[in-house]
């Protein structure tokens, strides 16, 4: 039976999941509505290591995750509390916590293959610059020839019905007819609900062959058909249980 490689409680629920590319570290944002509190979580995908975790900008609540490469981890404000629209960048080591540089004048657009591209929100018509990660400087103009989205290696599961399914994957009390799916080194991955004296559940099923070496039951009394349940990045599966346990497998 396969067993987790990782397996971390956090003080909230699980918002949001960005990982470094570069050194697959995956960074948490946690949000405690109740503290009105965010913190951020660093792992180690390839060691299981927490490098950091709780940790909070001086702006506890409205802040949140932009992106993660090269072992810094960009961080937002909002401008306020009854809008999405971010204000300011925050840098930190990605495995430290350590801060290395912020800029409250500037706004994130998007990571490039060269870094990434914001703009400065003083001005209405926005123009694209590339930053430098490590130092916060403004490299150049943004170029759209050269500057190309950053790829990462993260897959999401497909959606299938459950009468496509291979016979014996899906349980008698199913519920709904959608099943989220992905195969893997000979593994089926497979994410469904059930329904039990009236009562949705959500569960997790790793399949080799015709036998499941792995299930887990990842929220129960739900109200509604939830998302996919899992992401896959090289050979880790990872998965957010009760909405704040983080899981992975190595497959």
């Keep these: 039976m396969l067993q987790p490689f990782i397996s971390h409680s956090l003080n909230g629920t699980i918002w949001r999941l960005e990982i470094d590319e570069l050194n697959s570290t995956l960074m948490a944002e946690v949000r405690n509505v109740q503290d009105k509190l965010t913190t951020f979580t660093a792992i180690g995908l390839q060691t299981g290591n927490i490098h950091f975790t709780g940790y909070k900008t001086q702006e506890r609540w409205l802040t949140g995750i932009e992106a993660v490469y090269n072992n810094v981890l960009l961080l937002h404000h909002y401008k306020n509390d009854t809008g999405p629209e971010h204000q300011g960048v925050i840098a930190i080591n990605a495995t430290t916590s350590a801060n290395i540089w912020s800029n409250y004048a500037i706004a994130f657009d998007h990571m490039s293959i060269n870094g990434p591209v914001i703009y ?115 050979n880790a599966l990872i998965y957010i249980k009760n909405k704040a346990e983080i899981k992975v497998l190595n497959l």
């Design 120 to 234: 400065q929100t003083a001005f209405q018509n926005k123009k694209l610059l590339l930053l430098d990660i490590h130092t916060g400087d403004v490299k150049r103009p943004f170029d759209v020839l050269q500057d190309k989205p950053l790829p990462n290696n993260i897959v999401i599961p497909g959606i299938t019905t459950a009468d496509q399914m291979p016979a014996g994957i899906v349980p008698a009390n199913a519920f709904g007819n959608m099943v989220h799916y992905h195969n893997h080194n000979n593994y089926r991955i497979v994410s469904l609900h059930t329904q039990k004296k009236g009562v949705l559940q959500h569960h997790l099923l790793i399949m080799q062959g015709t036998n499941i070496v792995y299930r887990d039951l990842l929220n129960t009394d739900i109200q509604k058909l939830q998302p996919e349940a899992f992401v896959l990045h090289k």
